[in-house]
């Protein structure tokens, strides 16, 4: 008997509860992005642990797109050098705490990667935003295992360029805006089949913002359709 | 009352020897006179003698190394000692320059008998790697003379030890010399003969400092002694055996005092949030690096880590010479208040990651941020001081949410390119009280490129980018 499970055991054909297993190893969960249709087109949500790399220009709700995600977890965010200052006010208003969030700015990229890396592994944070335009392959390995230590997600942002071959992150975004939302690609997802592009409405990043062409294209301007919406 | 006495003959030398074990030939030599005072087994067989002078020394040997002798550096030496001694023993007093007067008959009824308390004393030293010598005595003076002497037995008869103490020569008391002067004189050549002359007789020919003392040695007179405090300080200096240019070659010494200050630390149960590493430079200012660790640590490895980083950013303007480790303030350990049963993710705590970020990035690198009450976007949010606290607590939602974008430029900058508005005005003008009054209208943009951004139009009817909605 022992034999014959040893024997299926080497062939991989024992399915062993992953509750059991250590942190490590447990398979990857998803875990919901907040938008319905992205999930959807996910299978579930991005990838925990996993490395998600979103490439897109400054200003087309890349942090909006995240921010549902944020929302839902109780640890930490770790923002690594963005583009801009965080503005505190604009999250608290997205009811995001901000005690949870940390932002570091580093001038030099090796330190910032370094940097990420601690902050993936040491198990307090649950997300890392990392600004940082050329990564190799072997830094974004580095980053995987530091997820995978501490169970957290790490999107990498960074502007569209073509990347010479592909960098083994989990799942692999391009987004670009359209006059009635944001486009999503995606380019890569593991253990996934190809998708087909989804577009995301302006509405959904951002409620409260009631574009002209959308009242109109309601027929009715009514001053304060926005707040009866909502 | 019996009394022990510590004597250290050579505790610079010590400090040497500790650092690394086969020294070559070194003597220590007193700053003025330039006379050997200490010197290794290297340079005693050479031929060097304590007492010799600089120049008949330099002549035995040319590979002898010459170190100047410093009086403060054995006194503060003699201190660690008896802060180190103080978890054994009750009353230390601290006998300048180098001994220690331990006051034995109180704490003989916490030990069996003497025997076992001078091992224990003897096992505390061992650590320290210290030369000593010790003797006892039924007054302090006559613990002193005996160890000083090197009598190191251990006996606690009364009339032995003073036939001990007897078989001194006059040379071995610590009297002045006109006063030994005086005594060889009379025929006084030991102190038993000094002992018998009855204390009025010596009175009658010698002046009142000479009856103190001899009364004081005989334990028939008072001796005040002041007994040491621990202070609530942590300090130790390193002198470094050689001059060290790479900061790399600095980690074994370190770690040397980073284990004393665990043992400090473990002994009362304490923590500290920040040591000091002062980096003594040949002809150039020291060097003052404060190393953190926002969550309290004792343990010297996790101290290694954070001055390792620390160390490899900071440069050196001149060679290395010494080292001072110093603690000022300790905190109390408080127990994390975390699930026994649930698998802990990672290794970290919030407050070691940010003392491990901050060590490495500098203290500005990292910081959190906060709303401040005020309608004023660009003072509406601030840095602050990255929280450190697993949050638990619900979050309640806010309702009457404003629109804002989730990046703020750090400079408002003029709007040059073509955008269509979206959705405004939103005027806010306030500010009137500081000086920083604003009156603008804020409208949401998008440009040629699709980008939303957060625009205003001010007074003078001027555009300006604000913020964007990323």
């Known amino acids: 008997m022992a034999n014959l499970i040893d024997f299926l055991q080497h062939q991989n054909l024992v399915w062993h509860g992953t509750g059991n297993a250590p942190l490590s190893q447990r398979l990857v969960e998803k875990q919901s992005s907040g938008y319905d249709a992205l999930d959807a087109c996910l299978e579930g949500g991005f990838p925990m642990p996993g490395i998600v790399d979103i490439q897109c220009q400054l200003g087309m709700g890349e942090v909006a797109l995240l921010i549902p995600f944020i929302r839902a977890q109780t640890r930490l965010c770790v923002m690594i050098n963005p583009p801009a200052n965080v503005n505190a006010h604009a999250l608290k208003h997205q009811n995001i705490a901000t005690e949870l969030i940390w932002v570091l700015s580093i001038s030099e990229p090796n330190n910032a990667l370094w940097a990420a890396e601690q902050c993936l592994k040491s198990g307090v944070c649950s997300s890392v935003l990392l600004w940082h335009q050329a990564l190799q392959v072997h830094q974004v390995k580095r980053l995987m295992l530091s997820a995978q230590t501490g169970q957290s997600l790490c999107c990498l942002l960074r502007e569209n360029r073509v990347q010479v071959g592909s960098l083994p992150v989990s799942l692999s975004m391009q987004l670009s805006p359209r006059s009635e939302g944001l486009n999503i690609k995606v380019t890569k997802l593991k253990g996934g089949w190809a998708k087909p592009q989804i577009t995301l409405a302006w509405s959904l990043l951002w409620p409260q913002l009631i574009t002209h062409s959308e009242s109109e294209r309601s027929g009715q301007v009514l001053p304060f359709a926005s707040t009866a919406r909502r | 009352m019996l009394w022990l006495y510590l004597h250290f003959p050579q505790l610079q030398l010590d400090g040497l020897l500790a650092q690394s074990a086969p020294l070559p030939p070194t003597i220590i030599v007193s700053d003025k006179q330039h006379v050997v005072v200490q010197l290794n087994d290297a340079a005693r067989q050479l031929g060097v003698k304590i007492g010799m002078g600089l120049g008949a020394a330099a002549a035995m040997s040319t590979s002898l190394s010459v170190y100047e002798f410093k009086v403060d550096h054995e006194q503060q030496r003699v201190e660690e000692l008896a802060q180190w001694l103080y978890l054994d023993t009750a009353d230390i007093h601290i006998s300048a320059p180098c001994g220690l007067l331990l006051k034995v008959s109180n704490m003989l009824s916490l030990y069996p008998n003497l025997t076992h308390y001078l091992e224990t004393i003897q096992a505390r030293l061992l650590p320290q790697n210290v030369q000593y010598h010790y003797g ?35 040379d071995a008391l610590t009297l002045n010399t006109r006063q030994k002067q005086q005594l060889l004189r009379v025929g006084i050549k030991s102190v038993q003969a000094l002992l018998d002359i009855p204390l009025v007789e010596l009175g009658r020919r010698f002046d009142t400092e000479l009856v103190q003392y001899v009364g004081r040695l005989q334990g028939k007179l008072h001796h005040p002694v002041e007994f040491y405090q621990p202070t609530e300080t942590f300090q130790r200096d390193l002198i470094l055996l050689f001059e060290l240019e790479n900061l790399t070659y600095l980690t074994k010494p370190l770690y040397t005092l980073l284990l004393q200050l665990e043992a400090f630390l473990k002994l009362r149960d304490k923590l500290t949030l920040e040591i000091v590493l002062t980096l003594v430079q040949r002809d150039a200012e020291s060097l ?6 926002a969550q309290g640590e004792y343990r010297a490895k996790k101290w290694q880590e954070l001055c390792q980083l620390m160390l490899e950013r900071t440069q050196l303007s001149a060679p290395l010479q010494a080292i001072t480790l110093r603690v000022d303030e300790f905190c109390e350990s408080h127990n994390q208040n975390e699930d026994l049963f649930s698998e802990p993710i990672g290794t970290m705590t919030h407050a070691g990651l940010l003392s491990l970020l901050r060590a490495k ?28 606290q697993a949050l638990h607590s619900s979050f309640t939602e806010n309702k009457a949410s404003l629109l804002r974008p989730n990046f703020l430029l750090a400079q408002i900058q003029p709007l ?41 139009r001010d007074r003078q009817q001027r555009w300006f980018v604000h913020g964007i909605f990323s």
């Open chain 2, 136 to 170: 006892l005595g039924h007054s302090p003076l006559a613990a002193q003379l005996l160890a000083q002497a090197g009598y190191d037995k251990i006996d606690e008869d009364k009339a032995s030890l003073f036939a001990a103490v007897g078989k001194l020569p006059i």
């Open chain 2, 416 to 456: 040059h390119d073509k955008v269509t508005l979206l959705q405004g005005p939103e005027r806010i003008s306030t500010g009137w009280w500081d000086g920083h009054n604003i009156e603008r209208d804020y409208f949401i943009a998008q440009d040629e490129q699709l980008r939303r951004l957060w625009v205003f």
């Open chain 2, 361 to 388: 990035l500098g203290e500005q690198a990292v910081y959190g941020v906060t709303v401040l009450p005020d309608a004023r976007p660009e003072y509406a949010t601030s840095r602050c001081e990255p929280s450190v």
């Open chain 2, 288 to 293: 003052c690096l404060k190393v953190g660790s």
